[in-house]
């Protein structure tokens, strides 16, 4: 199906990360090259036996690239590739799930720090010269993490990771995943994500490391953000998608939540004028929750390990979807 490692080429397609130089690193002596747009990827796919690529697929290659057999995506979601299409071209695909879930599970357990310690507003009062004094009222006051409970929807390799990390804070963690059947790992408990109305008033922080699906879209709406405390923060490091935005600005004006850490919105970025920008009581990253300078790394290991049982003969790949 594949051909043999002398005879193979490579093409690794992303706008900034350096995987051709990590896999050069490896020493396989495979061939391969690098493409940073999508234009030069269109114009070279036809010379690769297998592509490497997150935001630059398109589904048009699976045509064009006659000698495709197949692609490691460098990311875990896989969306933008057409499943049927790349199956009857006979293409394998499989995603790089769990290759940042300790970058993604620790930028979650920052925002939930950041929101509890109110760093943003010192980085503020730093960018204005101000020392702020200390505060009487208590609701206005930092806060510590021990004996709070996080509920965590999305239970699989993130938020199972998450779940550790709150644990040696004190916290309680209560969790919701498709098949609760599957564990509660560090959870105290696990629950379906119908469920999750019923748990939200017991939340200080409600952390969706879920991935965006028919079932999770929306998650967070006018009616579950109506069921958290006043006092409760959302932190989205899932999708942009499981948040009604306009739900959210309105719960946010009006103090029903006390604040929203987010590394994904809806769309991306934020329009110029979208009111979370200037939001005092929210924090937003730029989707670099994922990010780490181990990530290159990561995605290598699972292609070279998926491109071993290819060679062998083998039916299953790692993280395999096609």
């Known amino acids: 199906m594949i051909p043999p490692p002398e005879s193979l080429t490579i093409c690794f397609a992303h706008a900034a990360y350096q995987m051709k130089t990590c896999w050069d690193a490896l020493n396989t002596n495979i061939a391969s090259f690098e493409v940073r747009d ?66 993604v599970a620790e930028h979650a357990i920052g925002l ?120 409760a923060y959302l932190v989205n490091v899932a999708r942009g998608g499981c948040v009604d935005e306009p739900a959210l600005i309105a719960a946010l004006q009006a103090g029903a939540i006390a604040g929203a850490a987010l590394d994904c919105t809806d769309p991306e970025p934020p329009a110029a004028d979208c009111a979370l920008w200037a939001m005092p009581n929210v924090l937003i990253t730029p989707h670099t929750g994922g990010e780490t300078t181990q990530y290159e790394k990561n995605v290598n290991e699972i292609l070279l390990e998926n491109l071993n049982r290819l060679w062998r003969g083998e039916m299953a790949l790692r993280n395999q979807i096609v």
């Open 112 to 231: 939930i720090l950041a929101m509890s310690r109110r760093l943003p507003e010192a980085r503020d009062n730093q960018a204005q010269r101000v020392w702020r004094g200390m505060i009487g009222d208590l609701a206005q006051r930092e806060d510590e993490l021990g004996g709070k409970t996080l509920i965590v929807v999305g239970l699989g390799r993130i938020g199972g990771r998450l779940a550790r990390l709150a644990k040696a804070f004190d916290m309680n963690v209560i969790g919701f995943r498709r098949d609760p059947a599957a564990g509660a790992g560090d959870a105290e408990s696990v629950h379906a994500l119908s469920a999750l109305s019923e748990h939200l008033p017991k939340a200080d922080f409600v952390v969706l490391t879920c991935p965006l699906t028919p079932e999770t879209k929306h998650v967070i709406n006018a009616a579950t953000l109506g069921k958290m405390r006043k006092s």
């Open 38 to 103: 999508r234009a030069e990827l269109d114009r070279r796919a036809h010379e690769a036996d297998v592509i490497v690529a997150s935001g630059m697929w398109h589904n048009g290659l699976i045509q064009s690239a006659t000698r495709l057999k197949f692609i490691q995506s460098i990311s875990s979601g896989t969306d933008q590739y057409d499943k049927t299409a790349l199956a009857a071209a006979g293409i394998r695909l499989a995603s790089a799930a769990g290759v940042n879930a300790r970058a």
